[in-house]
């Protein structure tokens, strides 16, 4: 162990018998195990203690390897056998070895490689344990007991394996036998077996490989008595959007199964980072980004998610296609495998938005995008018309529908190595193992041509902007240059190009063609990038850089290596290299040393957009204008133009200088300049011309600007504004208010639910402003009525309060407000026919709820409405029928009762409400008005069913005589008005009880809860009778006999003779008995019974009353009397006493002392107080 400076022995190896063939450390570092060449193994700890020792008598051992988790040990034999134990040593059995199949011979195990997971990459169920022989054999299993592992045939004879640092990466190095010489090799796989690269190595005898612990960029090797040190360039998973101006990368959390999606975008220097599983590849186009992700269920196939470049998912596709490459352009996303393209042409929410129109019932599938799957070896014949050029939607509505059945054909015998898009031409090129390009037509991937490349696997391809010129990396990363037949005749011509056969590089792992010059291009070949005019070579520049974009003689690069580490860093420009061309920086140098004029030739040498902007920015630079507006002509901007004559009217140099450095966009400076010269108003001024509200804040508190109330408002609501874009409501709240934006200060409220704030508002707000009808459709939409009523009523929008409380059910609210129009309104016969709607639309939808036999809705539908009438009998109908056709129990029915009897008295107090309401019109006599009140109390109070039917007619001359009484000097057509306008709740109520002219109807309304009492009688009989209390019984079942049209006679009778003979009170039983003897409704079986029941019953007893009492022919007199008393609703007897209690609902009594034992009334269950 280490100590201050110092190793000190812990375990001794004092084993003089064996030699020690391998020790490896468990995955925390507190245990070894040492193995010996003649089975001796030996597990200690950390320090220094023997845990425990055991001889295997398996065979010579050559190896060990731990768990992840440290339970198991693996120990390979001298024989190629591997050997299961526990932490323990116990044996568990012996682990298969697949990849020795059909080998003879003697093999020896080279390594056992157990990635141990450290940077979580081991513990998803991806193969982590690698066993490799040195006859050139490996196997991958996710663990010991895998069924199917990864089989493994290098084709080297292996001296040592390894896993990088996250386990993506498997190097296998050894030597690859050949007849005239040996070759050390190192070949690259990734968890699934799939080869990556292959990389050649110097030397004789190679004997280790080891891998660097900072990101696994560097692969040691000891070869002879030299190491070797590799730089490996990893594949990234990463992608640039052009026009959105974002790179889009992916890396991994440590202990999270999920890859985490940066979207940076370098102008703004933004990111937003999302989570996906399963990650296979991104590419991205213009807008949109593409991720590939394999499906969390573990089914077939990939999901490819697009997204916006600010990282908003729009769409999906799930593709039963797995890619190794995929590729996108502005239309259209492309993926390959060895043997198969697919393509999905998507449409963006742009076109499918602007064309929306186009997509009819046959077309309708198409707005899903259009798919296309092909086979590498057929597709040069699935050929289509060539009128199909033009990839707009209208002309893209071509495709079958994609038969996946193409996927069991057999793998190519050359497959696909890798591809690429040439987007100015719109062509697909596909590279095959071969060395074979195969040129596609895009959208419709109709079949071109091809041309070899010669016979390397190509590894990567990319084209030229013009597609004339096509580089080719190959396995072993040698590029090369190939001219495109048919397409490259000026190319060949030129002499940039002239020995492009002859033109290789080595050692190249990327390449970027400049966009606008087909000649020039750039590439990264070791630590170095070389920038290339034609085929001749710029200085190197040292950097390691991932190029994303060369435009404008500029070359464009993200240093990932370094970015996928800083997880937790927010990226900043120091992760990108921007590096321009020579030509640039000769020019700068010209510019610099040799003036304008010397430049001025260069550029009419070397004619060049950025060299002009840079020339015209040294000439604004030194206020030489007629220079600077002759570079604007060449370029043909118009803006610079107009920019240069109003320069030309600034007569002052300093607002001179400061407008040329805030056309190149140099704010700080122009404000600096403008600030040290004290012109802070103008410095003021030019931030509100950026819209940068918060630095205009700072200055006019710094610098003491005066700033009126209007443009201090300006400046709260820009701030505002701000927070509005970034979706902060709270904040842009706050500025929203200073700034006296109540609209925007509204908005941030709702968004944050803050409702109690904008009804604030809304109060604040005079009538009739133009936000209120805003605010009322919002609250509309929320459900909140009161609210949206209130902002609709305030703006005058009496007709959209009726519409929202129509749409949320409160349509006694909607009868208010139409009742609420003054009659003398012009608006009168509006209000009349918003009545008729609203009664419309009420009976429609009762109507609905009636035919889907939902009664209880309705119902509710009508008392809602204020309808308490109709609700009743409605519910009173209802009741009928359940008594005809069902047989509910007797709570069941008490309930319905009670519904009936609570509607009615709602119904008793809304009338007493009209009445008691004084007409609008001041036109009214006073004696209308009196007269329109008692009779309206009369109607209300009237218990004789027949004084409820008033005549209209009759009603209208007895208050016209009224009226003449007491004003003989008004005209008659006049008062025939004033009556007809102030007699409103008379003349409703006679319609009403017109419309329900029946005895049944009627006798509802006079006696609401006799249905309710009829069920609580018998209910509260049945109970006393099965607690014993026969006497009380046999008086609250009498009551039943006012029942006989509610409740069935034959059983009220049956209950009074049951009761009676419980009470000994035999005459009433007999009289009970004569009236079952009555029933003819009755069967003959049960006339027969009945019969033998009296036989039985009266031979043994007297027609007399047994238990007569002092109080019973005083309490039986009492209920037979025909004077109505109050009765009990909880004992069921009569109430004798003068002082009772009433229930303010039913209006039915109780004994005091008996209902203070309740809480609540038994009869309406109304809280008692």
């Known amino acids: 162990m280490l100590h201050k400076g110092a190793w000190y022995e812990e375990m001794i190896n004092n084993r003089n018998k064996s030699s020690v063939k391998d020790m490896k450390w468990d995955c925390d570092g507190q245990r070894i195990c040492i193995v010996y060449e003649d089975g001796a193994a030996i597990v200690g700890s950390v320090d220094g203690n023997r845990i425990w020792g055991k001889e295997l008598k398996h065979g010579s051992l050559t190896s060990v390897e731990w768990s992840p988790d440290g339970n198991i040990l693996l120990f390979g034999l001298l024989t190629g056998e591997i050997c299961v134990f526990d932490s323990y040593g116990n044996f568990l059995n012996k682990m298969p070895t697949y990849c020795l199949n059909n080998i003879h011979g003697a093999v020896r195990i080279i390594s056992l490689d157990w990635y141990k997971g450290g940077n979580n990459y081991g513990i998803r169920m991806l193969p982590s344990l690698a066993v490799c022989y040195d006859v050139g054999r490996c196997q991958l299993m996710t663990n010991h007991e895998d069924p199917d592992p990864v089989l493994l045939n290098t084709g080297i004879q292996i001296k040592c394996s390894c896993w990088n640092e996250d386990g993506s990466m498997l190097a296998v190095a050894g030597t690859q036998m050949s007849s005239d010489r040996n070759i050390n090799v190192v070949q690259f796989y990734n968890p699934f077996g799939h080869h990556l690269s292959t990389l050649l190595l110097p030397g004789k005898c190679l004997t280790a490989s080891t891998w660097e612990g900072n990101g696994s960029l560097r692969l040691a090797l000891a070869v002879d008595s030299f190491l070797y040190f590799a730089n490996l360039r990893p594949h990234y998973k990463w992608a640039y959007s052009s026009t959105a101006n974002t790179t889009i990368y992916n890396y991994s959390r440590p202990h999270t199964f999920e890859h985490s999606i940066t ?353 015209i920015e040294a000439c ?250 109709d609700a009743a009998e409605l519910l009173y109908k209802e009741v009928q029928k359940i008594k005809q056709f069902c047989n509910r129990k007797p709570l069941y029915m008490k309930k319905m009762y009670v519904l009936i009897g609570l509607l009615m008295e709602q119904y008793y107090e809304q009338n007493k409400t009209q009445a008691n309401v004084k007409p609008r019109n001041p036109a009214c006599g006073e004696g209308v008005l009196m007269a329109s009140s008692t009779l309206a109390g009369l109607l209300l109070t009237e218990q004789d069913h027949n004084s409820l039917h008033y005549n209209n007619t009759d009603s209208c001359t007895t208050i016209t005589n009224n009226n003449n009484n007491n004003d003989n000097n008004n005209n008659n057509n006049k008062q025939m008005n004033i009556i007809k306008q102030n007699n409103d709740i008379i003349n409703n109520e006679s319609e009403i009880l017109q419309k329900h002219n029946t005895n049944e109807i009627n006798r509802l309304i006079d006696q609401p809860w006799r249905g309710a009492e009829a069920y609580h009688y018998i209910m509260l009989t049945e109970k006393q009778l099965y607690h014993g209390l026969y006497k009380y019984a046999f008086r609250t079942v009498q009551l039943l006999k006012d029942y006989e049209d509610i409740l069935n006679p034959f059983i009220i009778y049956s209950l009074i003779a049951l009761c009676a003979i419980y009470a000994r009170n035999y005459v009433v039983c007999s009289k009970a008995f004569i009236k079952l003897e009555s029933f003819t409704d009755i069967s003959s079986i049960e006339q027969k019974e009945i019969k033998q029941l009296i036989l039985d019953l009266f031979s043994r007893h007297q027609p007399i009353n047994e238990q007569d009492t002092s109080e019973s022919p005083e309490m039986d007199s009492i209920l037979e009397s025909e004077t109505k008393i109050p009765v009990c609703v909880v004992t069921g007897q009569p109430i004798t006493d003068y002082q009772f209690w009433m229930c303010p609902t039913c209006k039915h009594c109780a004994y005091e002392n008996e209902i203070t034992k309740l809480h609540n009334c038994p009869l309406c269950h109304f809280p008692v107080q």
């Open 263 to 615: 979207f940076w975008n370098l102008k703004t220097n933004k990111t937003k980072i999302i989570s996906v599983h399963h990650l296979i590849d991104i590419c991205a186009s213009e807008d949109y980004v593409c991720l590939v992700c394999k499906p969390s269920d573990a089914g077939q196939g990939v999901i490819l998610t697009m997204y916006t470049a600010i990282g908003v998912a729009i769409e999906s596709k799930h593709v039963q296609f797995e890619p190794t490459q995929s590729m996108m352009t502005s239309n259209q996303i492309i993926l390959i495998n060895k043997s198969f393209i697919y393509s999905w042409q998507y449409f963006t929410p742009k076109q499918i938005l602007d064309l929306g129109l186009k997509f009819t019932s046959s077309t309708l599938r198409q707005r899903d995008g259009i798919e296309r799957l092909y086979h590498i070896d057929t597709i040069s014949l699935k050929t289509v018309s060539s009128d199909l050029v033009d990839d707009d939607i209208s002309s893209s509505i071509f495709q079958t529908k994609v038969d996946w059945n193409l996927m069991n054909q057999p793998v190519s015998s050359d497959p696909i190595s890798t591809l690429t898009i040439s987007h100015s031409t719109r062509r697909l090129l596909i590279a095959r193992e071969s060395g074979l390009i195969q040129i596609y037509r895009l959208p419709d991937l109709y079949y071109e041509m091809k041309f070899s490349v010669g016979d390397n696997c190509p590894y990567r391809i990319y084209v030229n902007c013009d597609a004339t010129c096509l580089g080719v990396i190959d396995e072993s990363g040698i590029f090369r240059l190939h001219l495109i037949p048919d397409n490259s005749t000026s190319l060949s011509s030129s002499v940039k190009f002239k020995n492009i056969d002859n033109f290789m590089r080595k050692d190249v792992w990327d390449v970027k063609f400049e966009e606008d010059n087909p000649d020039i291009f750039a590439i990264m070949e070791k630590t170095r990038m070389y920038i290339f005019d034609g085929l001749q070579s710029e200085p190197a520049i040292h950097t390691s850089t991932y190029l994303y974009e060369f435009k404008n003689l500029e070359v464009q690069g993200i240093l990932l290596d370094e970015l996928v580490k800083t997880v937790n860093i927010q990226p900043n420009e120091e992760f990108l290299l921007k590096t321009p061309i020579k030509k640039v920086r000769d020019f700068k140098q010209i510019l610099e040393k040799d003036g304008l004029e010397k430049a001025s030739e260069f550029i009419n040498n070397n004619p060049h957009t950025k060299l002009r902007h840079l020339f």
């Open 620 to 869: 604004l630079e030194k206020q030489n204008l007629e220079m600077a507006e002759l570079q604007f002509v060449h370029l043909q901007e118009y803006s610079g133009i107009q920019f240069i004559k109003r320069l030309r009217n600034i007569q002052s140099k300093l607002i001179r200088k400061a407008e040329i450095l805030v056309y190149f966009k140099k704010y700080d400076e122009a404000e600096t300049l403008l600030l040290n010269n004290d012109r802070s108003d103008l410095a003021v001024e030019l931030r509100k011309r950026l819209g940068d509200w918060f630095r205009v804040a700072q200055l006019t508190k710094d610098t003491g600007v005066l700033m009126k109330d209007l443009e201090q408002a300006e400046i709260w609501n820009g701030m505002g504004d701000y927070y509005y874009n970034q979706m902060l409501w709270d904040k842009a709240a706050g500025y929203y208010q200073q700034g006296n934006d109540l609209l925007k200060f509204a908005e941030c409220l709702y968004q944050l639910e803050d409702y109690k704030g904008i009804e604030r508002i809304i109060e604040e707000l005079p009538d009739c402003h133009d936000t209120l009808y805003d605010f009322g459709l919002r609250f509309a939409n929320l459900g909140m009525i009161k609210q949206a009523m209130y902002a609709f009523i305030k703006c005058n929008r009496r007709k959209e309060a009726i519409d929202v409380c129509l749409r949320l059910n409160e349509w006694r609210v909607a009868y208010e407000l139409a009742k609420s129009i003054d009659s003398q309104d012009t608006d009168h016969h509006h209000h009349q026919e918003q009545q008729k709607r609203i009664d419309y639309l009420l009976k429609q939808s009762v109507n609905c709820f009636i035919e889907q036999g939902k009664i209880i809705e309705a119902v509710e539908l009508y008392k809602r409405a204020g309808r308490f009438l």
